[in-house]
């Protein structure tokens, strides 16, 4: 997954310049927080769930 990342961000530098590929990491940044936070929800959710 993380290859694909890689290949896609080298593909917009090439295709679309640096504009894109700053609009990309920023989706990515975007995508990487969301799921940080989703993920500590759902570990705060099975930590209750254990501890009851």
Do not use: F, H, N
């Amino acid at each position: 997954m993380g290859g694909l990342a890689i290949l896609l961000l080298i593909l917009a530098l090439v295709i679309g310049g640096v504009g894109l590929l700053v609009e990309g990491l920023m989706w990515l940044l975007v995508i990487a927080v969301v799921l940080a936070v989703v993920g500590a929800v759902t570990g705060r959710g099975r930590g209750r769930k254990t501890g009851v």
